[in-house]
């Protein structure tokens, strides 16, 4: 059973910028294509990004292009967000997670995409 655990968020300006953590323990971390979702009061949760087991190759969701970035470092078990030019919409519970899928090499975008959900931590911005 692996355990996700994420840090890093917290509250911040518009404009402002968060790197978020995720550490993974139990499994096998780095054959592990890992994504990140977010959720906003009242509404669905959403892809953020992922990013294939090897980091060679991540994927966005529209309304992050150009100001989120997706890493992972497998020697520490860890995949991180750093998010900048943050806007008030981007408030949500951010949460990692892990997938068995080997095939899309990490364009996995559907929720059902993941095995492995972490307990989420929340990023708000204010305006």
């Known amino acids: 059973q692996v355990q996700l655990v994420e840090s890093g968020g917290g509250l911040v300006q518009a404009g402002g910028s968060l790197r978020l953590s995720c550490l993974a323990s139990r499994g096998a971390f780095s054959t592990y294509p890992m994504g990140w979702f977010r959720q906003a009061p009242g509404k669905d949760r959403e892809f953020v990004a992922s990013?294939?087991?090897?980091?060679?190759?991540?994927y966005y969701g529209d309304s992050v292009k150009g100001r989120f970035t997706i890493s992972r470092d497998n020697r520490k078990n860890t995949v991180y967000l750093q998010m900048n030019s943050l806007k008030p919409e981007d408030t949500a519970l951010y949460y990692c997670a892990a997938s068995l899928r080997s095939d899309y090499n990490g364009r996995l975008y559907a929720l059902d995409d993941y095995r492995y959900w972490g307990q989420g931590t929340q990023v708000t911005v204010s305006s």
């Open positions: 990013i294939s087991w090897s980091g060679a190759a991540s």
